[in-house]
């Protein structure tokens, strides 16, 4: 069958993306404790096979899978977990059939893929079954509280006090008591439901509190005392960096509006910035402290 130039270009690269996800679901599969997804996986492993066969009978070229690809989702893995791979897998599938759609007419073939391909994401979606994702609303809690208080706290405390060796003290102080609060205070109110997960909630809770309290003191406990606007400084970049990274974890693992989430949070947390940035200044000019 003759094909033109730019659809040959593009069944190329179809055939490269196939032979990429099997060889990439396989080894994910390799690395899944879950058997109902370790199998499902290995299945659709298969059909990318079959797929990449297909593509080959008209292209009558072999082609390797993207090393780089596969090592990128396999950090991604280790790092974010199974349901943020499988949902950035379903992400990728879902823009792999819309470019399919594009040269049905010169490849009738490629309908048939298309619904396998729809098939899969369907699949992946069933594979959505995560320990950690059960204690999103914990994690939320803990770290929306951090940056909140937190951020409210140092800003203040910055330029109240003016160095950054007495702010990191008064930070972790208050930063050590409030994420043991803030763990009690969750297996408290989940036993108070008769939750039977109540220390587990309470343990994701106090964990993404304690991280976020540790990362927005690092700069204040590096820098010397007398930078304390650049150790402010590095700490509300740090702050936005937490809300991108989490905004966007939770916007693939549940499916939701990255930007709408992020301006949500970053508004919230830097907003308490400033008027707590505000408030140390007044506090500071009215009581008289110079340290």
Do not use: C
């Not at 270009?9 to 032979?19: G, M, N, S, T, V």
């Not at 943020?84 to 048939?112: K, Y």
């Not at 409210?152 to 006090?161: D, H, R």
């Not at 700069?219 to 007398?226: F, W």
């Amino acid at each position: 069958m003759e094909l033109s130039e730019s659809v040959k270009q593009r069944i190329l690269a179809f055939q490269k993306d196939e032979i990429t996800s099997a060889v990439l679901y396989e080894e994910i599969a390799a690395m899944m404790k879950n058997d109902k997804n370790r199998n499902v996986l290995l299945e659709i492993a298969q059909v990318e096979r079959e797929h990449y066969a297909t593509w080959k009978h008209f292209t009558g070229i072999d082609i390797g899978p993207s090393r780089i690809k596969i090592a990128l989702f396999k950090l991604l893995y280790w790092i974010m977990g199974e349901t943020f791979v499988i949902q950035m897998f379903e992400r990728v599938e879902d823009f792999g059939v819309r470019e399919l759609t594009q040269i049905t007419s010169e490849i009738p073939e490629a309908n048939d893929i298309i619904l396998q391909e729809e098939e899969h994401e369907n699949q992946l979606i069933t594979l959505v079954d995560e320990e950690r994702l059960k204690y999103v609303g914990a994690m939320v809690l803990g770290l929306n509280d951090a940056l909140v208080e937190l951020t409210g706290m140092i800003a203040g405390m910055t330029f109240a006090l003016s160095g950054t060796k007495i702010v990191a003290l008064t930070a972790v102080i208050t930063g050590a008591a409030a994420t043991l609060s803030m763990a009690a205070s969750n297996y408290l109110a989940e036993r108070a439901e008769r939750s039977s997960t109540a220390l587990k909630s309470s343990f994701y809770t106090g964990i993404a509190y304690l991280i976020t309290v540790v990362l927005l003191v690092m700069p204040y406990l590096i820098l010397p005392d007398s930078l304390y606007i650049t150790a402010f400084t590095i700490m509300i970049i740090t702050v936005i960096l937490i809300i991108l990274f989490f905004t966007f974890y939770l916007s693939v693992v549940q499916s939701t509006s990255f930007w709408s989430r992020f301006k949500e949070m970053a508004g919230i947390s830097l907003g308490v910035a400033a008027i707590s940035f505000v408030i140390g200044l007044i506090a500071k000019m009215f009581i008289g402290v110079d340290l």
